[in-house]
């Protein structure tokens, strides 16, 4: 019942508004992230990968926050976390100064912005991102040739849910958020975008977001 709720949803919103530009964020979205996996080929044991990952990731100074603005170098996040975290330094650093091994691309869901930009839509990125983990996981990804216009946090430190960063992308590609429709994988960034007049969908798995993609390109 779920899975149809879903189809029924993005069909509703496809026949409820004059949609011309999709929005995307990059993050469990575009591509899904190996951290675990990733410290684990490290050498660590799950466990310890699990704590490490969550040191970084759910830091109660959102120092991984810090890194998405953009306003501190690489080296001064990454001294940031190895003061805080000494026992761990040497596993932090490595992680921070690899992020190429962290993401997996989705091919799937390319395709189907490609097919969905030949229909006409405008293909945009809205994301919190360092820089340099940024051109990391989209670099060499196809899915840029389809792509129309980005926002991305390091650009002007500002971060979702902030409504400053969505305003900014709108006024600079000239968008309507009544005519826009993103998707992001958290909630509260969600909740950001209908804010501020944009609609917005959740996406809690690959499955999803490549079933909703899908379902719009027949609809």
């Given amino acids: 019942m779920s899975n149809l709720n879903e189809i029924v949803n993005i069909v509703e919103i496809k026949n409820n508004m004059d949609l011309k530009n999709l929005i995307f964020d990059v993050g469990d979205v575009l591509l899904s992230y190996r951290w675990k996996d990733m410290l684990m080929d490290y ?11 969550t040191e970084m990731f759910e830091d109660p100074e959102k120092l991984w926050h810090v890194f998405d ?16 975290y000494p026992d761990d330094a040497e596993e932090i650093r490595w992680f921070i100064s690899h992020g190429e091994f962290m993401h ?9 912005i490609k097919t969905l930009k030949e229909q006409g839509y405008g293909i945009y990125i809205l994301s919190n991102y360092p820089e340099s983990l ?8 196809e899915v840029l040739d389809y792509v129309d216009g980005m926002m991305v946090s390091y650009m002007i430190n500002e971060a979702k849910p902030d409504a400053v960063i969505y305003e900014a992308l709108c006024k600079k590609y000239n968008l309507k958020p009544e005519e826009c429709l993103f998707f992001d994988d958290r909630l509260e960034n969600v909740k950001g975008a209908k804010a501020c007049g ?3 969908i959740q996406v809690k798995s690959r499955e999803q977001i490549a079933r909703d993609l899908e379902k719009l390109i027949k609809a």
């Fill in 43 to 53: 050498g660590l044991k799950e466990d310890d990968a699990i704590r490490v990952g």
């Fill in 104 to 112: 997996v691309p989705r091919p799937e869901v390319y395709k189907s």
């Fill in 198 to 200: 944009i609609e917005a």
């Fill in 134 to 141: 940024f051109k990391k996981h989209l670099m060499y990804s």
């Fill in 69 to 84: 603005l953009g306003t501190k170098s690489d080296e001064e996040i990454i001294e940031a976390f190895c003061q805080k």
